[in-house]
């Protein structure tokens, strides 16, 4: 064995026979799991019908097993081989409805992402596959398909001085989609494929309108209802059955207690001009899918605390009682001696926190399962990088405390240094209602940055959310919050170490 294997052996040696360090460890686990089931057990989501309590549906899902919202008008006829439908958009307009107590209050206005425009579907069941081309408020023509593709055309709203003629075009399973400023010239957006039958269409939606209040406890997202009524005229359709009707569903309604569909769009015909009217959204569910990874390790918050514990007076203890000259006689150099602390509590603390999160999160996750919540437990895959990544967080901080307790040589000056700069700002950004530009920056810039391994949730830029940190998005993705720790970590040891070379112990 190498000198400095056996320098580790010996500080391993050291450190489990310390009983304080030991049930230090082993409680700072435990917490992480307990206080994790103890919040999903009292978590609780409902559904209710009217005055009836029911059990809350399950989300739908798209094709790639995510949960998705599904909810537009749709004009429609099957499609079953190759075929096209084009129109022209000449406005876009609509209402924004404000909640309780102001419920009586209607707008005129426009969300961002509204939508408008022609699309090929899978049949009418929501998370069914689909490509749609289509006009939005803001952010101009778009093409998306199957929920999280995103495809920019050009830019700019529709008018009726400036309309936008559509087409979408199928051959074989490719689906082209296509867009003109005057039904002449026409660009190509983007393509995709779609195989089978399909519905084929014209169809119209709107996000509700979002305001994120920020507060203690983490803040609110208020959601409003929003509306978008379009006009189409010029609309043709190839490869459909000769005499198919036009068809209306209003894919994705929830049903009032009396029968009758909550918040129905509709659609109104006038010789060859359709005013189709929507709300909802075809989209991933983001902020809107129930509690995060953050709320089944909000344990790890506690468990890191003791871990900085006791990494602070892995770190102080020596020095301070003048025992680490006993160490340095059988090894002198220190900054091996350094390393081979840093080598075994990093080691501890990684295997305690990767196993603690695998346990916590799908046991809590089954808990909220019980407790009516009905979003999709995390992928195997998932579930073992964010494992992974709560160990390496947790290895990170008793890096950070180990560096800062042999730095300052006083145990507790060192648990509040490491508490102040890896704790507190993941608090105050979490729950302290902070702004969340302010709340951004402490996780981008302290070593708080780490906890950036709990989100799983991908920010999408044609979805509205609350897209903060009390939603379990952060501003840095999760590799790059670990770096930002691992250097404070790095800097908080080579600082340990150069004093310890100048030192005399």
Known sequence: MSDFGRLVRAEWTKFRTVRGWVLGTVAAALVTVLLGLFVASNSISSCSNGTVDIECPALPLGPDGQPVRDKFFFVHRTLAGDGAITVRVTSMQGVITYPPPDHDKIVPGLVEWSKAGVIAKVGTAEGSRYVALMVTAEHGVRMQHDFVHDTAGRPGAVSAGTPRWLRL???????TGEESAD?????????????????????VTSPSDLTVNNGAGGGSVQARLATATATFDNVTATGTPPGDDWRRDDVGAELNPDGTLHHPGGVEQAG?????????????????SGPGVQLVLIGLVVGLIVVIVVAAVNGSGELRRGLIGVTLLASPRRGRVVAAKAV???AVAFVTGTAAAALVIPLAWAVLTDNGFRQPGLPLPTLVRVAVGTGLLVAGTALLALGLGLLLRRGLAAVGLAVAVVVLPYLMAVIGGLPPAAAEWLLRLTPAAAFAIQQVVPEYAHVLAGYTPASGYYPLPAWAGLAVLAGYAALALGLATARLRRSDV
């Open 169 to 175: 075009t199928r051959a074989g399973d490719r689906v």
């Open 183 to 203: 039904g002449a010239a026409w660009t190509e957006v983007g393509t995709a494929t779609l195989a089978g039958p399909v519905e084929l269409g014209l169809f």
């Open 272 to 288: 060859g001009v359709l005013t189709v009217s929507g709300n909802g959204d075809i989209a991933p569910l983001a902020g809107e």
């Open 344 to 346: 075994v509590l990093g």
